[in-house]
């Protein structure tokens, strides 16, 4: 009997049954050790359940024996995801050569290839070029969700850490968190690790900024037409410049810029994952209203019975993942249901920003479902984005809904999704507690960080 790819795929991997579609997937291959399709799905299920490099094993020896454009493509994913670019481009271009048109490797190989010239070029300048002592780095945010704009300054903080410069963010014109710009919103969510007072960031400013477009007069202010002027930065185009001040304010994941530690960095050797929960303990302390919130949150509605959280996204993220959104939901949907038959007495926290999404919970599961009090849209209109709703309350709401999920015992979410990215990086959860969901990583990847070729 042929594997039923399928089938197989929708009755296993979409409820997350991962253990027994692997054990599946093994039984057919030991009587047709040549079935790709059997050894693809092997793949992603060893992907999904945390053994990235087994299923790396698989895929590069399905894309050396099979003339599938598919399976080299796939692989510079996983390859990416591990960290190695290099090897991520050669198999994009594999992909390409045998399918110009791959979708899994066309749109994104040329903005790999800027990556590659844009880590070229930083290492390059560390072998002629130093910070100046007492260097500076004003990190702006990116001009995203919340979490987006926290891994946007955590990779701009690694820069900052490579070059020895200090580090001061600034959420302020172009966060859509603050309330009362220009002044400083990171600090109403997060203890400041080093205040640096708005005359030096100027003062340095004065003396030469990089780019052009933020010296002269106060960096922290005309940010987006400054930010418009400059092109797309990276954090990666900030290392190892002479300047007393840098300015990043284009987004650059902790993924690309690990790239630059130098090898003698204790932190060379590690992946993103790990650089990320380094960096965590100084740069991620919420505000002790928030962490008291979340502790008071759980203490009321949980005590000390375990439960099951989930994340789900709606909204403007529909127009982001298109139709693999709704198929990354249903999974959840299942794997969640599944893992409430299996408990019956457990109860599932929902975080969502989708009034949809939690009307269909309510419907299914009832008290079963627990949720807070937090601002929901419908549709497409996104929270942040033009909704009109409180800034500083968003902010606020997505910080205790990450510090509520961390204190569950099992967690599903999407990996396109920085909320459920930040809830995976900030406890070391074991594999059979957690489920994430997606093709695509929100903080594994490159490409984002590059928004277009330089001019």
């Known amino acids: ?21 692997e054990t599946l997937c093994r039984s057919h291959l030991q009587r047709a050790p040549d079935d790709a399709d059997a050894a693809f799905v092997l793949a992603e299920t060893c992907h999904s359940t945390g053994r990235r490099d087994e299923a790396i094993a698989l895929l590069r020896r399905l894309a050396d024996s099979e003339r599938d454009a598919r399976y080299p493509a796939r692989l510079s994913w996983l390859l990416q995801e591990a960290g190695d670019l290099d090897g991520g481009i050669a198999e994009f271009r594999r992909a390409l050569a045998l399918d110009p048109t791959c979708a899994l490797a066309q749109p994104h190989a040329d903005a790999l290839l800027e990556v590659r010239d844009r880590i ?15 260097a500076l780095m004003l990190i702006h945010p990116g001009g995203a969700g919340f979490w987006s704009d926290v891994h946007h300054v955590l990779g701009h903080a690694l820069a900052a850490r490579i070059d020895g410069r200090r580090p001061c963010v600034h959420w302020g014109e172009t966060s859509f968190f603050a309330e009362d710009p220009p002044r400083n919103a990171w600090t109403d969510f997060f203890e400041p690790l080093d205040t640096v007072a708005p005359e ?13 477009a933020w010296g002269g007069s106060s960096p922290l202010r005309d940010v987006a037409a400054r930010r418009a002027a400059t092109g797309p930065i990276s954090a990666a185009d900030l290392v190892a410049r002479v300047e007393p001040l840098v300015v990043g304010s284009y987004f650059t994941g902790v993924h690309l810029t690990r790239h630059l530690l130098p090898l003698d960095d204790p932190l060379a050797q590690a992946d993103t994952g790990s650089i990320l929960r380094t960096l965590a303990p100084d740069w991620l302390r919420p505000r002790a209203h928030l962490r008291y919130r979340a502790a008071s949150f759980v203490a009321e509605h949980f005590g000390d019975t375990p439960f099951i959280a989930t994340h789900l996204r ?11 959104l709704e198929a990354v939901n249903r999974a959840i949907g299942r794997i969640v249901e599944r893992l409430l038959a299996q408990r019956p007495g457990i109860r599932l926290l929902l975080l969502t920003d989708d009034r949809d999404i939690e009307a269909r919970y309510r419907e299914r599961h009832g008290n079963r479902i627990v949720t807070s009090g937090a601002l929901r849209a419908q549709g497409s209109q996104s929270l942040h984005l033009g909704s009109g709703l409180p800034p500083r309350q968003l902010g606020e709401e997505v910080v205790v809904d990450v510090l509520t999920a961390l204190a569950a015992d099992c967690f599903v979410g999407n990996r396109y999704s920085n909320v459920a990215c930040i809830v995976r990086a900030l406890k070391p959860w074991p594999v059979d507690k957690l489920y994430m969901l997606g093709s695509d990583d929100a903080v594994l990847n490159y ?9």
């Open 314 to 324: 709606g909204t403007d993220k529909r127009e982001e993942q298109g139709e693999h």
């Open 120 to 134: 070229d070029d930083a290492l390059g300048r560390q072998f002629s070029t130093q910070a100046p002592e007492g």
């Open 447 to 455: 490409w984002a960080s590059v928004l277009r070729p330089r001019a």
């Open 200 to 212: 030096e960031i100027e003062a340095a400013a004065a003396r030469r900024a990089y780019p052009d």
């Open 1 to 21: 009997m042929g594997f039923d790819v399928q089938h197989h795929i929708d009755e296993y991997w979409f409820s997350g049954r991962w253990d027994e579609l």
